[in-house]
Nanobody, 114 residues
Framework: QVQLVESGGGLVQPGGSLTLSCAAS????????MGWYRQVPGKQRELVAQ???????KYADSVKGRFTISRDHAKNMVYLQMNSLKAENTAVYYC????????WGRGALVTVSS
């Protein structure tokens, strides 16, 4: 049974930092394209960052230079380091694993507000 469990969400002030973690079980993250997506009410889920098996990372234009995705093979985890957070980064962030099939976590709420 595959499980992706996000953690690290919460309330942060504008300009602050937060790191999301995704703990994977049932898959080996190095064999999957791992990604972080986000969704706000009324909008489609959108890709924030992705790290495929090649290790060549991909980011949404709006987060380039501020967010960093990384993968820990030993811990079988994926992280999203978010710096210089803005109010518009408020969303539920989802961990995603994709190969032939896709798996999703339940999401972690990030609220950027003063």
């Amino acid at each position: 049974q595959v499980q992706l469990v996000e953690s690290g969400g919460g309330l942060v002030q504008p300009g602050g930092s937060l790191t999301l973690s995704c703990a994977a079980s049932g898959i080996i993250v190095s064999l999957y394209a791992m990604g972080w997506y986000r969704q706000v009410p009324g909008k489609q889920r959108e890709l924030v960052a992705q790290i495929p098996t090649t290790g060549i990372t991909k980011y949404a234009d709006s987060v380039k230079g501020r967010f960093t995705i990384s993968r820990d093979h030993a811990k079988n985890m994926v992280y999203l380091q978010m710096n210089s957070l803005k109010a518009e980064n408020t969303a539920v962030y989802y961990c995603n694993a994709a190969r032939i099939v896709e798996y999703w976590g339940r999401g972690a709420l990030v609220t950027v507000s003063s």
